[in-house]
Structures are given as structure tokens and as C-alpha cells.
């Protein structure tokens, strides 16, 4: 069966596992890479895709 994966999830590990720092807002909604500007959870996975991330040890695709 498959299993069901949380893509942000998977993002957060990936970007944290290349030696950034991600924290999120009380309400898991905006995200923040390194201290950087708030980033909607669309736009870290965007920035993820586009870091080339998702060939690390995620399965971000």
C-alpha cells in the first residue's frame, strides 16, 4: 500500500539535512530558510525544487 507523505515534511527534511535551518510559524503555515523572509509552504517546496534538494536524501520530487 502506499503510504501517505507530508511534502512540506519531506522539504523540511531535506533543506535541514543540507545544513540549513527551517522553523515554521505558530501555525505551520509560513516557513523561514536560514532567517530569511516568511515563505508560504508552496514556496519552500518551490525553493527546495529549485535548490536541486529534492536529489538528497529526501523524496522530494
Same mark, same amino acid.
Given at each position: 500500500?502506499?503510504? +501517505?507523505?507530508?511534502? %512540506?515534511? +519531506?522539504?523540511?527534511? #531535506? %533543506?535541514?539535512? *543540507? &545544513?540549513?535551518? #527551517? ?5 505551520? +503555515? @509560513? $516557513? *523561514? #530558510?536560514? &532567517? &530569511? @523572509? $516568511? /515563505?508560504?509552504?508552496?514556496?519552500? /517546496?518551490?525553493?527546495? %525544487?529549485?535548490?536541486?534538494? @529534492?536529489?538528497?536524501? &529526501? *523524496?522530494?520530487?
Amino acid at each position: 500500500m502506499f503510504e +501517505e507523505t507530508d511534502p %512540506i515534511a +519531506e522539504a523540511v527534511t #531535506v %533543506i535541514t539535512s *543540507r &545544513g540549513h535551518t #527551517v522553523e515554521a510559524d505558530d501555525d505551520f +503555515e @509560513n $516557513w *523561514r #530558510v536560514d &532567517g &530569511g @523572509n $516568511w /515563505l508560504t509552504a508552496g514556496d519552500l /517546496l518551490a525553493l527546495a %525544487i529549485c535548490l536541486g534538494l @529534492n536529489a538528497g536524501t &529526501g *523524496r522530494l520530487q
